[in-house]
């Protein structure tokens, strides 16, 4: 750091970067505040994707709700939740696996909100069935939402942050996407949905090396078995036979150390750190949030 060294001479390092720090605005003692930043949340209808908008709102975010069409009624009530609690929110709905529609989600959300701060790729489906009996079409379909969804939401996300021209060191844009704890160690029966979210790991680290450069940070979360509709398609798919409920509440038991299954809140609190300016030095990371099922 020669800046450093011509900064001061007489100061020793330590001075000096305390120094530079105060003088770029860096704290290590407060969580700077959102109000005035805007968020695009994908898949926040419901499930983990409504729990971080909401979470975001209470954190100041302005929040772009998205889904599908299917679900848009859930993301209107999601805005209306949101306003109720004084932050501005809008929807917008896109297939995040369509380049189009992405783009238009981005506009949408810039048009009502402002300027994009933060982008989450939530979106994502699964599908239950064993390796040997998948067909192109069934890696086609999940590949292109939870794959090529997030390659749309990030590089749309980062164009529109790039030609804003407002990201800076010590107030980097923010893309995060939604890995699973699959993406750290996969799950019987569950095989593209185990690959993609590996896909999404490498994803963020290819990113992250190239946008650092613009002041853009890019993260992913990696949810264990959290209480969702999702889970419940799992258990619906791989317990056929058994009582409803009965293999989530038996991998609960075996595989989490914790003893307990997520909620949609546990996550939010995790990408509510990753979405605030108590993240800035963190990039092309995979952080897990499952409990205790699998330990880095």
Request: charged fraction near 20%.
């Amino acid at each position: 750091m020669r800046f450093v060294g011509q900064l001061a001479t007489g100061l020793s390092r330590l001075q000096c970067l305390r120094f530079v720090g105060s003088r770029a605005g860096y704290s290590s003692t407060a969580r700077e505040q959102n109000n005035g930043r805007s968020v695009i949340v994908t898949g926040s209808g419901r499930g983990i994707g409504k729990g971080i908008a909401l979470r975001l709102a209470a954190d100041g975010y302005d929040v772009c709700v998205n889904d599908i069409s299917a679900n848009k009624a859930a993301c209107d009530e999601v805005v209306r939740d949101i306003q109720g609690m004084g932050r501005n929110a809008c929807t917008a709905i896109a297939d995040v696996s369509k380049r189009d529609e992405v783009k238009q989600m981005v506009q949408t959300s810039v048009e009502n909100l402002g300027p994009l701060s933060t982008l989450i790729a939530n979106a994502g489906v699964v599908q239950i069935k064993p390796i040997l009996e998948l067909t192109e079409e069934d890696f086609d379909s999940v590949f292109a939402v939870n794959v090529l969804g997030v390659h749309n939401c990030f590089a749309e996300a980062a164009s529109q942050m790039i030609r804003q021209g407002n990201c800076q060191p010590d107030r980097p844009g923010k893309l995060i996407a939604a890995a699973s704890v699959v993406s750290f160690k996969p799950f019987e029966r569950l095989p593209a949905y185990s690959i993609s979210k590996w896909a999404v790991r490498g994803m963020a680290q290819v990113y992250a090396m190239d946008l650092a450069k613009h002041h853009i940070t890019v993260n992913s979360y990696a949810p264990g078995i959290i209480g969702t509709p999702m889970w419940e398609k799992i258990d619906a798919g791989i317990g056929k036979g058994l009582p409803k409920g009965e293999v989530f509440n038996r991998s609960v038991d075996a595989d989490i150390a914790l003893k307990r299954p997520g909620y949609p809140s546990d996550v939010a609190k995790l990408v509510s750190f990753l979405a605030s300016s108590d993240s800035d030095y963190i990039t092309g990371q995979t952080q897990l949030v499952d409990g205790g099922m699998v330990f880095t």
